[in-house]
């Protein structure tokens, strides 16, 4: 989980830790596992729950901050500091 950890925050967009190659190899352990050990299926899809709430969260906080609105309908640049008619 910790190697995880740190890719996730070493990454600019977070939403492709559940792309990695790490979580990817945890998955192809499950067949290599007795049916029996369940276990091991519950807690990787449980560290994968907690990455896609850490991706939400990140990307909510990305969200929240204000852009500023651009009028599509203007006829010439209303956000440039000069204005110039040719």
Known sequence: M???NEEFIELDDKSRILKSPKLKALYALLPKVALSKKDL??????LKDEL????KEDSKKHSSS???S????APFD???S???FY
Do not use: H
């Open 2 to 4: 910790s190697s995880l």
């Open 41 to 46: 299926g519950i807690a990787i899809n449980k």
């Open 52 to 55: 896609e709430a850490k991706v």
């Open 66 to 68: 204000k852009l500023k």
């Open 70 to 73: 651009i009028d599509v309908t």
């Open 78 to 80: 209303v956000n440039a």
């Open 82 to 84: 000069s204005t110039r």
